[in-house]
């Protein structure tokens, strides 16, 4: 797995100065995208006691078209951390191959403009999904697959995780930098990481008021999606927190109490869905193997494993569409070792409608949709085990 910045080598022959825009997804909703800063002021900080936990949300919501004042492009990511993120590119390759600029041309086509009350009501009248990121990596690298799942109808809310997360800038201009725990950390760091992370989830569920209101059919229900230690994340924080009923794992190896425990504990009623990308299955990711060991004594409600056919690693996150609009396509070795394949606004299509699906199923009373069987639409999508 690729949990540091993949990398990317130079020679793609960009055109200079351009805005990358990325594709505005189709369906009924624009999406309005707001960022906030959130205290927990019940918990200090496991990675440094001298101040309560602080985090930065993305918060993706879905407005009807008719009702969206203007629309409009607006930046990626901030000047400052997309330099930030360059010489982290940089950094990682040990010398210039890193396309600097690359970052800072790209952006996102969103709703702009909306007064607060519309977002307000558009917020109770729609489900909300939380979305999870890889190690070390920003949330600002998974706004466009927010985006994509926002405009289904879902309020989407993607969470950074300071000290983890290679920077997180704050609104009063403060900057927190990651690495206490990296891809090289032993298990149980990684273990302890995964707990902060879902302890996290569930303080920003608690801030946005989505408190667990004593069980049965009016009790809040939720999703959460990942990619990569985002997946495992996922896990976790629905084995803690029983608002969590529906769970997604892009790709990513799983560890801790999950793989002896499993999901589904008395009334919680839990889904999970494994997509993994071409060759990464449970036949040869032992974590996967032991959570579906788990499962067998302590079945969930609904779980699946697909597989996504021209997919890697990388495919799972914005880089994969970056991939699309900058030509950096016309690289083969970024081909080969970081985007597969599959283009990114195929693999954006793949999630958006299949994660649609098991979200109408899980939160709502849809059947399964597109997730009962193989779909001539979608020979991409291979269905390799079910616990149904």
């Not at 519309?118 to 009248?125: E, V």
């Not at 979200?359 to 149904?388: H, I, K, W």
Request: proline letters at 6%.
């Amino acid at each position: 797995m690729k949990y540091a910045l993949p990398l990317l080598t130079a020679g793609f022959g960009l055109a200079a100065a351009e805005d990358l825009v990325l594709p505005q997804p189709p369906g009924p909703y624009v999406v309005a995208m707001t960022s906030e800063e959130l205290v927990d002021a019940r918990r200090l900080d496991p990675f440094n006691t001298s101040h309560p936990r602080r985090v930065m949300i993305s918060r993706f919501t879905p407005v009807p078209r008719q009702k969206c004042p203007s629309n409009g492009r607006v930046e990626y990511m901030p000047a400052l951390i997309s330099e930030l993120e360059d010489a982290i590119g940089t950094e990682f390759l040990g010398n210039s191959s890193w396309p600097s600029g690359v970052l800072s041309r790209v952006k996102l086509d969103l709703c702009r403009n909306a007064p607060p009350s519309l977002l307000d009501h558009a917020y109770h009248s729609f489900p909300t999904i939380l979305f999870d990121t890889g190690l070390n990596t920003t949330r600002l690298f998974y706004s466009a697959t927010a985006q994509h799942l926002a405009s289904r109808g879902y309020n989407v809310i993607v969470v950074d995780h300071p000290y983890e997360t290679d920077v997180v800038i704050f609104p009063d201009g403060s900057i927190i930098y990651g690495g206490r725990v990296n891809r090289t950390s032993d298990e149980a760091a990684l273990v302890r990481a995964l707990e902060v992370r879902a302890n996290d989830a569930s303080f920003v569920l608690d801030a946005l008021g989505l408190e667990l209101h004593g069980g049965g059919p009016n009790s809040v229900k939720v999703g959460f999606a990942g990619h990569s230690f985002g997946g495992a994340a996922t896990a976790v924080a629905m084995l803690n927190d029983t608002r969590v009923v529906a769970g997604v794992n892009l790709d990513g190896r799983m560890f801790g109490p999950v793989l002896q425990a499993g999901f589904g504990g008395p009334g919680a009623n839990q889904s999970f869905l494994i997509v993994g990308s071409e060759g990464h299955n449970s036949s040869n990711e032992p974590s996967w193997e032991s959570l579906w060991q788990a499962v067998r004594l302590h079945p969930p409600r609904w779980i699946k494993e697909l597989s996504v056919n021209g997919s890697l690693h990388g495919s799972f996150w914005d880089l994969s569409l970056i991939g699309d609009v900058s030509g950096l396509r016309s690289n083969d070795q970024l081909v080969r070792d970081l985007f597969g394949e599959i283009l990114g606004a195929r693999i954006m299509e793949i999630l958006r409608e299949y994660l649609d699906d098991f979200f109408q199923m899980t939160l709502g009373d849809a059947g399964q949709g597109l997730l009962e069987g193989p779909n001539r639409e979608y020979p991409e999508v291979e269905f390799l085990r079910s616990g149904v």
